[in-house]
């Protein structure tokens, strides 16, 4: 992908819902993929939100990162 369609996908999401400097994202998908890198990481660059990086998800940990990052804004697959 071209450096236009990281931005053009990441203001879109970003607008479309309304994530601002406010919001608390936390990352869990992978950076290989465009999810986890155009929509998360870029949309993160975009928005001015907080982010926290994992370095991969672990299920067992995952409540606990709810707990103490209390994140507006997760992206998770099913």
Do not use: K, Q
């Not at 970003?14 to 986890?36: C, S």
């Not at 870029?42 to 370095?55: N, Q």
């Amino acid at each position: 992908l071209t450096h236009n369609n990281f931005m053009a996908s990441a203001v879109n999401l970003v607008a479309a819902w309304r994530i601002t400097e406010h919001d608390r994202y936390l990352g869990t998908l992978p950076l290989f993929h465009v999810h986890g890198l155009a929509n998360g990481v870029v949309g993160w660059l975009v928005s001015g939100c907080h982010m926290t990086l994992a370095a991969r998800f672990e299920a067992a940990r995952a409540a606990s990162w709810f707990t103490t990052h209390r994140p507006t804004l997760f992206f998770g697959v099913p």
